[in-house]
């Protein structure tokens, strides 16, 4: 149990365009989603925090008009790269938590590439 | 705000060989988490440390919470190639931040 998923697992969109990114938990309710970006062989970087019915929370430096996240319901969550720029390029990972279940830890998704040319 | 440290930042050894990374954090933690992320691949959960001073074992991984909540370790008996990825602690602030520490990349050699 406790699976998620995202959608596309790679992207190559061209500079100026914007990207959508989808994040499903498939057999839970997740309550509370995560947004990270990670670069090459460094840490997961928390973009912003969302709950399902409200405004996400975004971390210091992330810029809320540029990615644009939206948790219409209790499994699903987007995240929408705006006029996407060559620097936006990185692997974006969802995770989510289920807290019914009573544990903190995260689900991971797999992942998304993107590369904007 | 809340940093978490981790050391080492890589780490190589032979298989066999005992491996311990440990993780620092700025603020006391309500609870640390500790994630592993394979060459190519998604972090992926291992456990979760609660309570002051805790010790869990997961076969040859023993995960340590130390008495002040502030760092922990982790540590694998006799490595495996199997063992080869990246070890993540994650600090959890009563649910006020949750911050990924740098990490600790593993090679063992065979």
């Known amino acids: 149990g406790a699976v998620v998923s995202q959608h596309p697992s790679r992207v190559i969109c061209k500079s100026g365009t914007s990207v959508k990114i989808e994040c499903r938990s498939l057999d839970f309710q997740a309550t509370t989603m995560f947004w990270y970006r990670q670069f090459p062989k460094q840490s997961l970087m928390l973009m912003a925090t969302?709950?399902?019915?409200?405004?996400?929370?975004?971390e210091q430096g992330v810029e809320k008009d540029k990615f644009l996240i939206n948790h219409a319901s209790l499994t699903l969550s987007t995240l929408t790269v705006t006029s996407a720029h060559p620097e936006d390029s990185s692997f974006y990972i969802c995770?989510?938590?289920?807290?019914?279940?009573?544990?903190?830890?995260?689900?991971f998704g797999p992942g998304t590439r993107l590369t904007v040319t | 705000g809340q940093q978490v440290m981790q050391i080492p930042q890589y780490q190589h050894v032979q298989e066999g060989e005992d491996f311990t990374t440990y993780c620092n954090s700025s603020?006391?933690?309500?609870?640390i988490q500790w994630y592993k992320q394979r060459p190519g691949g998604h972090p992926v959960f291992l456990i979760q440390?609660?309570?002051?001073?805790e010790v869990k074992k997961q076969k040859r991984l023993t995960f340590q919470f130390g008495e002040a909540k502030k760092n922990s370790s982790l540590h694998i008996t006799a490595t495996q190639t199997t063992d080869v990825g990246t070890y993540f602690c994650a600090g959890d602030n009563y649910g006020q931040n949750f911050v990924f520490g740098p990490g600790t990349r593993l090679s063992v050699l065979p």
């Open positions: 995770s989510a938590r289920d807290m019914d279940r009573g544990f903190y830890e995260q689900y």
């Open positions: 603020t006391t933690l309500s609870n």
């Open positions: 440390l609660v309570k002051s001073g």
């Open positions: 969302s709950n399902e019915g409200s405004k996400a929370t975004y």
